[in-house]
T-cell receptor
Framework: EAGVAQSPRYKIIEKRQSVAFWCNPISGHATLYWYQQILGQGPKLLIQ????????DSQLPKDRFSAERLKGVDSTLKIQPAKLEDSAVYLCASSPGRGGVKFYEQYFGPGTRLTVT | DAKTTQPPSMDCAEGRAANLPCNHSTISGNEYVYWYRQIHSQGPQYIIHGLKNNETNEMASLIITEDRKSSTLILPHATLRDTAVYYC????????????FGSGTKLNVKP
């Protein structure tokens, strides 16, 4: 079974520029998550999708961050404009979101490391 | 937001059992405890989860106290490849089953 795919793996931009990250979840997984992980801290949930609808985006800085999940499969996370404090690893995860003991088990991708200079 | 407390770091000798503690004193009756680990430059990886009974799988054992206010993850025979940050997480049922990650415990397995 293929895992969660993310691209790019690394990105360096200047502040005030825009950037986009892409995530392809495990096939058939209904729930998709984007996390932000600042160096030395645990991941912090930014947004959660159930199929193509947003379930929770309470921690997403909506003035600069946006995310979409078209057709309930792939997802993109965008930052526009970026700030220095956005430097972090952005992790995508997915979970089955339906039936069985692994309903809520989250599978993580390798992450995208963003450096804002 | 983190609902768990873990020591920032621990050392363990290779081949010995690693016992990683976690405090979750505010846990509610229907909230599960999950353990994940994150090896450097990788995404977190699922290890085990439980509600109130002790659990065991091929990777580890999870011991949850009777009052559910704390738990211990046990890696029975630690290897150098087990060096990672281990996260104890509470899954909050009332809040979209959100995972609350703390800062985790950095486990250093030494030869």
């Amino acid at each position: 079974e293929a895992g969660v795919a993310q691209s790019p793996r690394y990105k360096i931009i200047e502040k005030r520029q825009s950037v986009a990250f892409w995530c392809n979840p495990i096939s058939g997984h209904a729930t998709l998550y984007w996390y932000q992980q600042i160096l030395g801290q645990g991941p912090k949930l930014l947004i959660q999708f159930q199929n193509n609808g947003v379930v929770d985006d309470s921690q997403l800085p909506k003035d600069r961050f946006s995310a979409e999940r078209l057709k309930g499969v792939d997802s993109t996370l965008k930052i526009q404009p970026a700030k220095l404090e956005d430097s972090a690893v952005y992790l995508c995860a997915s979970s089955p979101g339906r039936g069985g003991v692994k309903f809520y088990e989250q599978y993580f991708g390798p992450g995208t490391r963003l450096t804002v200079t | 937001d983190a609902k768990t407390t873990q020591p920032p770091s621990m050392d363990c000798a290779e081949g010995r059992a690693a016992n990683l503690p976690c405090n979750h004193s505010t846990i509610s009756g229907n909230e599960y405890v999950y353990w994940y680990r994150q090896i450097h430059s990788q995404g977190p990886q699922y290890i085990i989860h439980g509600l109130k009974n002790n659990e065991t799988n091929e990777m580890a054992s999870l011991i949850i106290t009777e009052d559910r206010k704390s738990s211990t993850l046990i890696l029975p025979h630690a290897t150098l490849r087990d060096t990672a940050v281990y996260y104890c997480i509470v899954r909050v049922a009332y809040n979209f089953n959100k995972f609350y990650f703390g800062s985790g415990t950095k486990l250093n397995v030494k030869p």
